[in-house]
């Protein structure tokens, strides 16, 4: 009984590490890099904020201008 116990045992341990062997991996396609793009989307939304920047204090400064103007008007 021992010896029909013991060879199950074994037989689950060989079972086991047999499933868990890597099987030869077939070549899968390649995925694409996402990096580059993520990269450039930070580039673009970067550069959209710079000019939003630029153009607020192109506003500022226009509106300082013409506060100027209309104050040696006066």
């Excluded at 047999?18 to 694409?32: D, E, G, I, K, S």
Aim: a positive charge; proline letters at 7%; charged letters at 30%.
């Amino acid at each position: 009984m021992h010896k029909i116990l013991a060879s199950l045992i074994a037989g689950l341990f060989a079972a086991g590490a047999f499933a868990q062997a890597a099987a030869p991996a077939t070549p899968a396609t390649p995925a694409t890099p996402a990096a580059p793009a993520k990269v450039e989307a930070k580039a673009e939304a970067k550069a959209e904020k710079k000019t939003e920047v630029k153009k607020k204090v192109a506003a500022k400064k226009a509106e300082k201008a013409a506060e100027k103007k209309d104050d040696t008007k006066k």
